[in-house]
């Protein structure tokens, strides 16, 4: 792929189903909606009010992962694996879907202003990554960089394409707007980027604490970065110099993680120990697991922070939990693999934040 290529390609218009209704899902009642992708489908809507499925959007492509939404609810934007583009979604279904060409293997979406950073892997190969001391791991990964796509989502172009380390994945930006961070699946690394240029600032190599960073979240105040290492099942814990403070101990294959809005808990989804962790802030001792489902990878609080939704893709639900009592409360039967989950209004999770 050309550095800033785009393609668009336009269909019939957008289907809204709900019901017989069509109705544009802008429109949510107090507590808003959340938005989940489904690797063998579409993205499915999720009325926060009742806790059930109002619908499903086409976005007329395959293979969802990555998920995002604009700050206004507007747009929707999803990584599609297997068409190496990304939907970019009007969300009233006024229009048709937008595609943007962004490479092999689009990942992971962090929507910023009136931009989505993509993280996208030509070298990634399908099914899960080897065991650390497999000898599949030396002889074949493949160190082909990932990348970093910017998409202008006003122009509907690639305008940066950013060259990182193998295989990125997961993406967090600084509490100020000014730095990216990726985790670096193969490389077990950290690279730090200049949010408009993507200069690399800074990497930090993980490898002498564990294998596979995939999970990265910031606390509210900036100043604790935490990450999952999913094939150690711990979670590394950094300042904002990005040192490495402490390790924690964690179920097994951690990923999707994050802090609450006030910075006092952090969740750590431990998709083969099937449970939501839950750790204190401070002092990063374990409070309590939370029994969860199969291949549970992300999750969201929703806006009012009373309530958390996990997409478990191998248990094909989404899980519901009470984020003060920190108890399953809902199963909500999802039967395309959902993968990622974001609501709008923004909120606290795994993928996305306010």
């Given at each position: 792929?050309?550095?800033?290529?785009?393609?668009?390609?336009?269909?019939?218009?957008?289907?809204?189903?709900?019901?017989?209704?069509?109705?544009?899902?802008?429109?949510?009642?107090?507590?808003?909606?959340?938005?989940?992708?489904?690797?063998?489908?579409?993205?499915?809507?999720?009325?926060?009010?009742?806790?059930?499925?109002?619908?499903?959007?086409?976005?007329?492509?395959?293979?969802?992962?990555?998920?995002?939404?604009?700050?206004?609810?507007?747009?929707?934007?999803?990584?599609?694996?297997?068409?190496?583009?990304?939907?970019?979604?009007?969300?009233?279904?006024?229009?048709t879907p937008k595609h943007v060409s962004i490479g092999k293997n689009p990942e992971f979406v962090r929507v910023f202003g009136d931009k989505a950073y993509v993280t996208y892997e030509p070298s990634s190969k399908s099914g899960p990554p080897p065991k650390p001391d497999s000898k599949e791991t030396e002889k074949d990964e493949d160190k082909t960089p990932g990348h970093i796509a910017i998409v202008d989502l006003k122009l509907g172009q690639v305008i940066r394409d950013i060259i990182g380390k193998p295989?990125?994945?997961?993406?967090?930006?600084?509490?100020?707007?000014?730095?990216?961070?990726?985790?670096?699946?193969?490389?077990?690394?950290?690279?730090?980027?200049?949010?408009?240029?993507?200069?690399?600032?800074?990497?930090?190599?993980?490898?002498?604490?564990?294998?596979?960073?995939?999970?990265?979240?910031?606390?509210?105040?900036?100043?604790?970065?935490?990450?999952?290492?999913?094939?150690?099942d711990k979670m590394l814990v950094l300042n904002d110099k990005f040192e490495v403070l402490k390790e924690i101990a964690t179920g097994k294959s951690p990923y999707g993680v994050s802090f609450d809005r006030k910075g006092e808990r952090i969740f750590v989804a431990a998709n083969k120990e099937k449970s939501l962790q839950v750790f204190n802030a401070k002092t990063f001792e374990k409070i309590k697991d939370i029994p969860t489902g199969e291949r549970c990878w992300h999750f969201s609080f929703t806006p009012d922070d009373q309530q958390i939704l996990l997409a478990c893709g191998k248990s094909n639900e989404v899980v519901v939990i009470d984020a003060n009592k920190l108890e399953v409360t809902k199963r909500i039967v999802d039967k395309d693999m959902p993968w990622g989950i974001v609501t709008f209004p923004k909120s606290m999770g795994s993928i996305d934040r306010p």
């Open positions: 792929m050309k550095q800033g290529h785009v393609s668009f390609q336009f269909y019939t218009p957008l289907i809204f189903a709900i019901g017989l209704a069509t109705i544009p899902y802008s429109f949510a009642g107090e507590q808003g909606l959340a938005y989940v992708s489904n690797q063998d489908g579409a993205v499915t809507v999720i009325n926060l009010d009742t806790m059930e499925v109002k619908g499903t959007i086409d976005i007329v492509a395959n293979s969802p992962r990555g998920i995002g939404v604009t700050a206004d609810g507007k747009w929707l934007i999803t990584a599609n694996k297997d068409d190496g583009n990304v939907s970019i979604v009007d969300t009233s279904g006024a229009n295989e990125t994945e997961g993406i967090e930006f600084s509490t100020d707007g000014k730095k990216m961070m990726v985790t670096n699946e193969s490389d077990n690394s950290i690279t730090v980027h200049d949010m408009n240029s993507g200069e690399l600032l800074n990497i930090i190599p993980v490898d002498k604490y564990g294998e596979r960073p995939r999970g990265i979240k910031a606390s509210p105040d900036g100043k604790t970065v935490v990450v999952t290492l999913e094939l150690s």
